[in-house]
């Protein structure tokens, strides 16, 4: 340990002013907070300043996301052996997760800190950590079947146009994690439309095992062919999907790390879950379909829900920042996203579309929160002054 | 934007002052770039070069002639009427432009279909009309058209060259990107065809442009 610290304070004149590798500085400064807290904390940005660096906020959330990560690399390894009819060993099958998602991984963020660092170079800021965050968050809600360049594309889409266009981190106004998907979305349909999203290459000699198809929860609701899974495999997360949205479980043990450390908003989650709730219920009592009438709770367990709610909505640069209005973005994302997935015929899921949505309308919700607040009190003086007249 | 008032006895047909006034409007004064005119046109109608370049040709048509018209009219134009007047020089010289696309270029023109009437709805030409035309001679008014309407149609032509060649790797409808690129996996972006993209490739090309060129940047 000392001796790395020794070896990182003999590096760094040759990054100053005037030394050797001068330009390279962001990026030596960007590793070096990396392992060792530097003497001064962040200045300026998203969140109410205090003794920690942004770095390490960031990593709490690095934290949580474990357990979906966890789970997910596993679930790519089951579902593809299940898809081809072959019995493995649980190491196996974790290993079989692993190469096909440290890839993902790697790519995203390779991609978006080269674009990172490129910004922080031109225009001599500190390098954003925020993508520290965005770059686990971009392969946990994309298929595993998406090709590796298009991970890297939307990664630099989403970093470039979502976040350096406005200012870097804590100006953006849409979830860069949520734009590289949408990007990927919009731009690649047949990559993300939810029909097979196991790893489905099949080697010589494979062949699927009969009646299988891979389809998600959604699209299986959706269309109305296939088996539906079984609300505890939901829950638990062995049905097919995006790699870290299958779980809901170990996305609320990412969800406790969270509100535990006091990271996530405990007030989006919740008033996610109770919008989709709500909405779920409501579509319940005017059903005409299978998927209306489908019961309220489903909708919390299938697709990117739980996901979304947990880690999407709660970033706390994109989110509303007043207490009232925190409720109303998270109860307006829960509900938006039930009305998307059931009533509109061309999206299977609407988390993410419904994220983004509110996303533009947080500053609004926050504008008119503030207001009323200021009315309020406006009120209240006039009443005093009245009476200290009388 | 200031004004010119071409007082001066004698000027030479291509004057600095004459030859600003085409090239400024299309660097430095560009309607799309710089005064965000005419947005409507280019997020529609810029998915495909071929379609981009005769809407560019018309409007660069329409643009001039109605400069020129509206400059030889400015005495007897009454002020208060002079809103209407200009509509209908623009209107007559577009459904002029109408039928010869229909006459000449018949798919291209179905493409385009309501865009061309909507050139009478483009804001740079009733902007000129009224900043420009209105207060000088024929000749640099001509040049004032002509000027912007090619500053419109380069950012026109820009956009949907990345768009075409992104969005289904074409350009001019000539396939551009090579099979083999295809067979190794490439597949073209389909957002590139949606209409955000193109707003979103305007805003990069405005980001470009203020980057290059810093007066162009407010400091309020």
């Known amino acids: 340990m000392k001796a790395l610290i020794n070896l990182i304070e003999k590096l760094e004149p040759n990054f100053h002013k005037g030394g050797r590798f001068e330009k390279l500085y962001r990026t030596f400064e960007a590793f070096q907070t990396l392992l060792y807290v530097k003497g001064d904390v962040t200045r300026s940005g998203s969140h109410i300043r205090d003794a920690i660096d942004m770095k390490r906020t960031m990593f709490h959330v690095i934290i949580a996301l474990i357990p979906p990560l966890l789970f997910g690399i596993w679930n790519v390894g089951y579902q593809h052996y299940k898809a081809i009819g072959l019995e493995v060993d649980f190491i196996d099958q974790v290993i079989f997760g692993l190469t096909k998602v440290l890839p993902i991984i790697i790519v995203s963020y390779v991609s978006g800190l080269a674009v990172e660092f490129m910004f922080a170079s031109a225009r001599d800021h500190e390098v954003n950590e925020g993508f520290l965050v965005s770059g686990m968050l971009i392969p946990l809600v994309i298929p595993v079947t998406t090709p590796l360049w298009m991970v890297a594309v939307a990664t630099v889409f989403a970093v470039v146009i979502g976040k350096e266009v406005f200012g870097g981190t804590g100006m953006n106004i849409l979830n860069p994690a949520l734009l590289a998907r949408a990007f990927l979305f919009f731009a690649y349909p047949a990559y993300l439309s939810g029909e097979v999203w196991v790893y489905d290459a099949l080697q010589e000699g494979q062949q699927f095992v009969d009646g299988y198809s891979g389809a998600t929860a959604l699209a299986v609701m959706f269309s109305g062919e296939g088996n539906m899974p079984s609300d505890f495999d939901m829950f638990f997360g062995f049905i097919p999907g995006s790699i870290g949205e299958t779980s809901t479980f170990a996305i609320l043990l990412g969800a406790i790390v969270l509100v535990a450390t006091g990271i996530g908003s405990f007030k989006i989650m919740a008033s996610v879950f109770l919008g989709g709730l709500f909405m779920g219920w409501i579509l319940n009592i005017f059903a005409v379909n299978d998927f209306m009438a489908m019961p309220a709770y489903k909708h919390l367990i299938m697709g990117g829900f739980a996901f979304g709610a947990v880690y999407m909505a709660t970033d706390p640069v994109s989110a509303s920042q007043t207490n009232t209005g925190k409720y109303i973005y998270g109860i307006m994302i829960g509900v938006l996203t039930v009305l998307i997935r059931v009533l509109n015929p061309a999206y299977p899921e609407g988390m993410m579309l419904a994220i983004l949505f509110m996303n533009v309308f947080a500053p609004l919700i926050d504008h008119y929160v503030v207001e009323a607040n200021i009315k309020k009190r406006l009120k209240r003086m006039k009443k005093v002054r009245i009476q200290t007249q009388v | ?220």
């Open chain 2, 1 to 220: 934007m200031s004004e010119e008032k071409n007082t001066a006895p004698k000027e030479t047909l291509f004057s600095p002052r004459n030859k600003k006034l085409l090239s400024e409007p299309i660097g430095k004064e560009n309607p799309i770039t710089v005064q965000v005119l005419g947005i409507c046109s280019v997020l529609a109608i810029t998915v495909q070069v071929r379609a981009s370049l005769v809407m560019a040709i018309s409007v660069v048509a329409v643009m001039g002639f109605a400069n020129v018209i509206i400059s030889l009219l400015r005495h007897g134009i009454p002020p208060r009427i002079r809103i209407i007047v200009q509509l209908t020089v623009i209107a007559a010289l577009v459904i002029l432009v109408d039928q010869v696309l229909k006459a000449f270029v018949y798919d291209v023109s179905r493409q385009l279909s309501v865009f061309v009437g909507l050139i009478i709805t483009n804001c740079i030409i009733m902007g000129r009309l009224e900043a420009f035309a209105l207060n000088n001679k024929v000749w640099p008014s001509f040049l004032d058209g002509i000027g912007n309407a090619a500053g419109y149609g380069s950012i026109l032509l820009l956009v949907a060259a990345v768009r075409e060649l992104l969005g289904a790797g074409t350009l001019m409808g000539y396939q551009i990107i090579p099979n083999f690129m295809y067979q190794i996996g490439y597949v073209d972006n389909g957002l590139m065809i949606l209409p955000p993209m193109a707003l979103i490739t305007v805003g990069v090309i405005i980001w470009v442009h203020r980057h290059r060129d810093r007066s162009l940047v407010d400091v309020s």
